[in-house]
Structure formats: C-alpha cells, structure tokens
C-alpha cells in the first residue's frame, strides 16, 4: 500500500450487500477527539504507532497490531510523528449480529480490544483498499469471531443506569439535537448539579460534552442520507458550517464534504 498523506474515506460492498466504511489514515499529525461510532470498528496499524483510551483506559497499538471497538465506545487516539498508517473499519451492528447469530439489541463482550496479528492486519488493509468485499467480509467474520464471547450485553451507549441511559438515547435522537442538557434534570426529577454528578459518574464526561457528540454523530447520519453539510449543520445546533467541519474533522479524521462526497459515490460492489 502506498503511504497516503491525509486521512481518506472508501465505502464498499460486502458478499450480502452490506455497506462498510474504510479510513485509511497516514497523517502524522493527527488527533482525534473523544467520540463514539454506531458501528463496530476493526483497525489495523500498518506503520507508526497509535495512543488511544477507549472506555477510559490508555492503551498503545502499533505495526501489526488488531484493534476492535464495539459501538457507542468512547475513545480518543493520536499517532505517531513519523511514518503512520492504518485503516479501519465501521461494520454495521445489524451485519455484525447476524453473523454472530447475537439478537439485534445485545453484542457478545469482547475478549480483546488489542492484539497483535501481522498477518491479518496487512490482509485487512489490502482486501480494503481492493474493494474487495467478499474477503473483507470474510475476515470481518473471523475477527469478530475472535475476539467477541458468547455471553451477551445489551447494546446500549452507556449500560448501567437506566435513567442515563435514557438520557442518552434522548441526545442521540435527531429532536433532540438543539435540547440543552441543563434542562433534562426536570425529566429526572433531580437538581441541576445532581443530574449533573449522575451523568458524570456514568458516562465520564459533562452533559454538554456529550450532547455536543451525539449532535456530530447525528450530523455523520444525516451526511450519510444525502444532506447539504450547510443544512447539517444547522439542523444539528452548530454556530456556523465553519464551526461544524472543525470539530466533524476533529472526531472522523475527514471533512463533512469530503466524507459526503463518498457517500454520494457509488459503492464498489463485492
């Protein structure tokens, strides 16, 4: 694979029709902030090293190394200064369950969320960067495998309180985009600054932090079904479309225009 100077998207289609994003990332620059995706993520190191926390604890993959998130987990990660390159992957959870054979709204626990496997980190990346669906999907299924148990979790952003949890669904939705989370403490029944400690002791983060990631999650959705980032961002509470890319580039590694323009492109089929 030829080393890549900035982070780019491809979208692609597996054997059954699924659609799987892929970034490639090669700059040695970047940094992204604390964010969650829908989707499963499976990454490969290629080159370099990458620093990253996932559900609050720091850990450090590097060339030939597996990483795999489950949705809705939190992470940040920066990269080495030099000579940094990985890809990964967002897989659907509804394609994810039905291989696993998991009901729709649980996931396996994971075994591991980093391991080294030289092997197939490289034959991750190269089935990727081929488009080719039917083996990307093919190690996807291995992976997941792998690495994810039979004992079975509901599949929610922050399990544990129920009353968070609801609060959180409620940032997610597209209603929700514009509702200042000082405000929910009425729903709960609560003061401002209990609310306040409860989320913060659930989640690991300010309400306002969070409603802040769920709008450019929502925002990532919205791009994805075709519309305008100008409209996006607006529908979705940001001061301006400047503001929105700046932190859209700061959570995905892409711009809310570039990441639509692959979007709108026809997939490669399998």
Not at 231 to 252: I, L, N
């Amino acid at each position: 694979m030829k080393p890549q100077q900035a982070s780019r998207v491809i979208r692609l289609r597996m054997d059954d029709g699924a659609q799987v994003e892929a970034m490639f990332a090669a700059d040695p620059k970047a940094h992204f902030d604390l964010h969650w995706h829908a989707e499963w993520s499976v990454g490969a190191i290629l080159e370099g090293r990458c620093e990253f926390t996932c559900a609050g604890e720091r850990q450090v993959a590097e060339a030939g190394d597996m990483v795999l998130m489950a949705p809705f987990m939190l992470h940040t990660a920066g990269v080495s200064a030099q000579g940094f390159r990985m890809v990964m992957l967002y897989v659907p959870h509804a394609w994810a369950a039905a291989r696993r054979g998991w009901p729709d709204a649980q996931r396996g626990v994971l075994r591991s969320g980093l391991w080294r496997d030289e092997a197939a980190a490289g034959a991750l990346a190269d089935a990727a960067l081929a488009q080719d669906g039917t083996r990307v999907a093919s190690l996807l299924g291995r992976v997941l495998a792998a690495q994810t148990g039979d004992v079975l979790v509901p599949l929610e952003r922050h399990p544990g309180d129920a009353r968070v949890q609801a609060i959180c669904d409620v940032l997610a939705t597209e209603d929700a985009c514009r509702i200042e989370p000082g405000a929910l403490a009425c729903r709960l029944g609560v003061s401002r600054e209990h609310f306040h400690r409860l989320f913060r002791v659930a989640v690991g983060m300010t309400p306002t932090h969070y409603a802040r990631l769920a709008r450019i999650g929502r925002a990532k959705a919205l791009l994805r079904d075709g519309h305008a980032a100008a409209e996006v961002a607006a529908q979705c509470g940001f001061t301006d479309q400047a503001h929105f890319s700046r932190w859209f580039r700061r959570c995905f590694g892409v711009t809310p225009g570039n990441y639509m323009a692959v979007c709108q492109r026809p997939e490669r089929a399998a």
